[in-house]
């Protein structure tokens, strides 16, 4: 039986580990080849091994315009497409807005989380809109985008602006059947969040959303291959929260 996914080619940002992988790994289970982009090459290759002949690593710092591009150019000599983005890649540095040091944690979290998925964005839809078939961008912004946090100022500012940037892309690229939705995550167990926060705080946490639990990168992948997949064709501009309820 045919994959959600089958005959489909994605590049999957920051798909070394944690949630980009998590949806790299769910994206091959469902039939798509699979382009793992990380600026840590050792932990994409890592993740790429794992899946099998269907994935293909590619060293990629969405911050620079160039990798964005030849992680495109690279993935379509490989397996000939491009049909589905991820634009997964993000950082998130605890660290108060009125603390010293705080300038860099901006401008790094804005070149990643805002610029990456420009630059991503932008060497894709390119090659989509060469092929003249469509396409699909996912976007994973957070539940940050609508919810303070404290230490996290520039963190909710970038993915409050990923949300701004899919909607608006949405109507821009409606004429070419290019379908631009964001995916927002709540509180995720991965090894990111555990260099931020510790595992009694993260069962802390766990215990105030209504689902008793952290999310898991196959919690993500999931929403992300409903909006990667046929199934979503009339779908656009939106945002689908996966949080247990925690917004709630």
């Not at 840590?40 to 002949?53: H, L, P």
């Not at 030849?70 to 000939?80: I, T």
């Not at 078939?133 to 970038?158: E, P, Q, R, W």
Request: with cysteine; aromatic share 6%.
């Amino acid at each position: 039986m045919a994959g959600r996914l089958s005959g489909k080619v994605a590049i999957v940002t920051g798909a070394g580990k944690g949630i980009g992988a998590g949806i790299a790994k769910i994206f091959a289970k469902e039939g798509a080849k699979v382009v793992i982009a990380d600026w840590d090459f050792d932990s994409a290759k890592k993740t790429a091994s794992s899946i099998g002949k269907s994935a293909f690593a590619v060293k990629c710092d969405v911050s620079k315009a160039s990798d964005a591009k030849e992680a495109v150019a690279l993935a379509v000599k490989k397996f000939g497409k491009l049909d589905i983005l991820v634009n997964n890649a993000g950082v998130y540095p605890f660290h108060n807005f009125v603390d010293p040091g705080e300038e860099d944690s901006w401008h790094k979290t804005i070149a990643i989380d805002i610029e990456g998925v420009k630059n991503c964005t932008l060497a894709s839809v390119h090659r989509m809109k060469k092929q003249g078939n469509g396409g699909k961008v996912i976007t994973i912004s957070s539940i940050a985008a609508v919810k303070g946090y404290v230490g996290l100022t520039h963190y909710c500012t970038a993915k409050a602006g990923v949300l701004g940037f899919t909607r608006a892309l949405a109507l821009e690229l409606a004429p070419l059947k290019i379908n631009v939705n964001a995916v927002c995550p709540g509180l995720i167990d991965t090894p990111g969040v555990r260099t931020g926060v510790d595992q009694k705080t993260i069962q802390g946490i766990a215990q105030s959303i209504p689902w008793k639990r952290a999310g898991k990168p196959e919690d993500i992948a999931w929403a992300c291959v409903y909006l990667g997949s046929d199934e979503s064709d009339f779908v656009t501009g939106q945002q689908i929260v996966v949080d247990g309820g925690n917004v709630l």
